[in-house]
């Protein structure tokens, strides 16, 4: 089973920073998008943010001007840099690989716990 690999993560406090990071083993396709869901204890996963193989990103308003994804290149490798953290961040993170912001998920990553404290 194909499995993302995530690094990254850990403990912050109100508005610091942390960044996560994401990569995917050779063989899946470079034109396919890459991003990351969340899911706080108790709620539903929700997608925070995407980008395409083209570096076209998109974000949930949640995390509008605060999260900022990127990507290399022609490759399967892209990372998340959170800022201005807040606790409703707190969460388990998913680097995913597939479809648009509106696709499927083709694979998942062991998932990150990212926790921050007020």
């Known amino acids: 089973q194909v499995q993302l690999v995530e690094s990254g993560g850990g403990l912050a406090q109100t508005g610091g920073s942390l960044r996560l990071s994401c990569a995917a083993p050779?063989?899946?396709?470079?034109?396919?998008?890459l991003g990351w869901y969340r899911q706080a204890p108790g709620n539903q996963r929700e997608k925070v943010a995407s980008?395409?193989?083209?570096?076209?990103?998109l974000y949930a308003d949640s995390v509008k001007g605060r999260f900022t994804i990127s990507r290399d290149k022609g490759q399967n490798t892209a990372r998340l840099q959170m800022d201005s953290l807040t606790p409703e961040d707190t969460g388990v993170y998913y680097c995913?690989?597939?479809?648009?912001?509106?696709?499927?998920?083709?694979?998942w990553g062991q998932g990150i716990q990212v926790t921050v404290s007020s």
């Open positions: 050779d063989g899946i396709s470079s034109a396919i998008s």
């Open positions: 995913y690989a597939g479809g648009d912001w509106t696709g499927l998920v083709d694979y």
């Open positions: 980008i395409t193989a083209t570096g076209v990103a």
